[in-house]
Nanobody, 119 residues
């Protein structure tokens, strides 16, 4: 079983910064992609950034957010700068990983961490 633990959310003013972390633990053979999603109140969950064989960002966060990963720690980070109220939401970590070499890739989600940006 794979578990994801997120941290780093909180309340910040417009223009501020936060750094989210998500550490995967348990039986992990390999991790292909590590992503950050967010869900604002009343809206669908959306992809914010992904890192694997390439790195991609949602247009709304390009130039402000940076995703990175530490493979030795099975951890993915999201550095969020120049935050605006529209960035408010619950941020979820997701990974695509294999627990053993001979099993299919599975999707795992974190529990979510709240980010609130005040105007």
């Amino acid at each position: 079983q794979v578990q994801l633990v997120e941290s780093g959310g909180g309340l910040v003013q417009t223009g501020g910064s936060l750094r989210l972390s998500c550490q995967a633990s348990g039986n992990i053979f390999s991790i292909n992609y590590m992503d950050w999603y967010r869900q604002a109140p009343g809206k669908q969950r959306e992809l914010v950034a992904t890192i694997g064989d390439r790195t991609l960002y949602a247009d709304s966060v390009k130039g402000r957010f940076t995703i990175s990963r530490d493979n030795a720690k099975n951890t993915v980070y999201l550095q969020m700068n120049s935050l605006i109220p529209e960035d408010t939401g619950v941020y979820y970590c997701r990974i695509l990983a294999k627990e053993f070499y001979n099993v299919p890739i599975r999707t795992y989600w974190g529990q979510g961490t709240q980010v609130t940006v005040s105007s």
